[in-house]
């Protein structure tokens, strides 16, 4: 028999019982719906590091333990070290060296929450951001350093409500006045708010010391070089573009499985209800399975069928659960867009791929009790005979 | 039969292979004992129709099974020309089946799903036939029942006695030499009982050995040979 018949008798199959078959496959489609959305959160995340940060960051980050500390790392690092680096510059084909100092001002409003990111005023924001622009307002200027003001992204100042000229609070002491606003990136960057180094550093208690050195190089490929000489050569933990997207990786992978684990249960839960599905589908049709063996159906063509049954009635329920997770995705990105100016969840093709390959999977799994009972059945007493 | 009948089933018997059964005998586990449900029996089946009539539980239908090979002999064998059904696997069986035999059931055992013309293109669409082929030996079969103009009704659209005939229509899909058919008018009225008896005469006319299980001496007496099973003991005559 050609697959195109066996597919239509499956389907028509599944179409005989419309309300059953219809629960089932929203049922599959709601698991993998849940899937899709869980796991686009980590490919959002993937796909904003690699695009925004990996080609906007500095060639190497210096810091006192790597990204052990995260993103953001404490201002633990002498600045001594920013004079040991640019020591060495002539030597290492070094450009810039570039003191920064993070910090994260959270909030219960997750809206609220902005990373204050210091760096010297002469230098500018483009040291670190060159694809950075001023929309409002203007610039540092060396006048800047020491002063209070500040330079938000678009995202931070749209959720802070901050224009040119408003006020920020950066502790009870110490405010700054707003004399730029960044035009949007649709990246991490919308969500910093810029400040003079030795203001931040005054602010949070860390003069003298910074968070992080960022280096820019004559010629970036050769970054891995260049960041092992520095770690060899100051006992500080230089890290590449790459070291930190493996680091965004790791984490995400991580994130991931456990993202994964939590759909698993509804995926489990969808497969369970196919079984039942197909093996009271098996079940209703004992005496046509009974017949279409006497007439001349081998067992395979039976158990072809049953599975055939189990993977369209999954695949449906896949093809449903992408779309209906495109729709999540689009709803969790219009969330995060107006929080943060980030689509954090993204449909990439692999999770496509991804999603279908489990539904059929799942169809496959779900499928082999129901189509091993189907082609075992003994014809006699399938026909009703003894 | 008629003199020219009988001539006809003599000059197709060639192309039909010959249906032997030799010493066979079912016997069922039943509890601590067992139950003998067909004693040994040997004959060869004629071409034409031969009726195997007994009261119910007598063994027709266990002799049915085994000759089907739906069911496997506790002695002896099912011979079909040189095949010896009882040795073949499953799927061996499966296939000997598709090219050789026909099966007419009690309640038409019609697909459910599937349309009037499509459960009869069903045995050709097993054995691999193009659609366009399937179609037109299907259309070709229901002309011969009278039911070219249901052939798209399914099944629940069909009184039992056209339901019958679309399965008489199907057995006959693949033209097979063996023909069994299992009381294949227990659930229909005399009338529409006599239409399904005349195709079946009509297809055992052309050759075939047609196997007809029925305890109704009526429909018996018109087949060309006949069988008499009690107790499980299966006489001539």
Known sequence: MKWTDLWGLAWRGLTRRRVRTGLTALGITVAVASMVIFLSLGEGIRKVFVEQLGGIGPDIQVSLSGFTQGFAPQPNLPDKAVTDIQALAPELGIKTVTPVVMTIRGSLEVSQSVVLYGLPAVQGIGAVFPNSSTAQGRAFTSADEGQGVAIAGAKAAQNLNLKVGSTLNLNRRSQAEVVGVLAPESGLVDNFIFLPLSTLQKAEGAVGRVSLVAVKLDNPRQAREVATALSDKLDLEASTQSDFLSFVERALKISDAVRFGISLISLIVGGLAVANTVMMGVFERTREFGTLRAIGARPSFVRALVLTESLLLSLVGGVGGVILGLAGIWGVNLYTQNLAGIDAAALTPRLVLLALGISLFLGLVSGLLPARSASRLNITEALGRV | ?237
């Open chain 2, 1 to 237: 039969m008629t003199a020219t009948t009988a001539q006809k089933t003599e000059a197709q018997t060639s192309n039909t292979p010959p249906l032997h059964v030799e010493n066979l005998s079912r016997v069922y586990p039943s509890g601590e004992g067992q139950v003998q449900a067909l004693a040994s029996f040997t004959h060869t089946f004629p071409p034409g129709m031969t009726a195997v009539v007994g009261p119910s539980g007598s063994g027709k239908s266990t002799l049915l099974n085994l000759l089907a090979g739906f069911d496997s002999p506790s002695t002896g064998q099912v011979s079909v020309g040189d095949v010896n059904l009882t040795t073949l696997s499953e799927p061996a069986r499966a296939d000997f089946r598709l090219a050789h035999y026909g099966f007419v059931f009690q309640n038409h055992n019609l697909v459910s799903i599937l349309s009037a013309q499509e459960n009869v293109e069903f045995p050709l669409t097993l054995a691999g036939l193009p659609p366009k082929e399937r179609r037109a030996r299907a259309l070709e079969l229901l002309e011969l029942v009278g039911l070219k103009n249901r052939a798209g009704h399914l099944p629940n659209q069909l009184s039992g006695g056209e339901a019958q005939r679309v399965a008489i229509a199907r057995a006959l899909a693949r033209d097979p030499g063996i023909l069994l058919a299992d009381e294949p008018t227990g659930n229909l009225d005399s009338k529409t009982g006599e239409l399904v008896l005349s195709l079946l005469t009509g297809a055992a006319a052309q050759g075939r050995r047609v196997i007809l299980i029925t305890h109704d001496s009526e429909v018996a007496a018109l087949a060309h040979h006949r069988l008499s099973v009690r107790d499980g003991v299966v006489t001539a005559g």
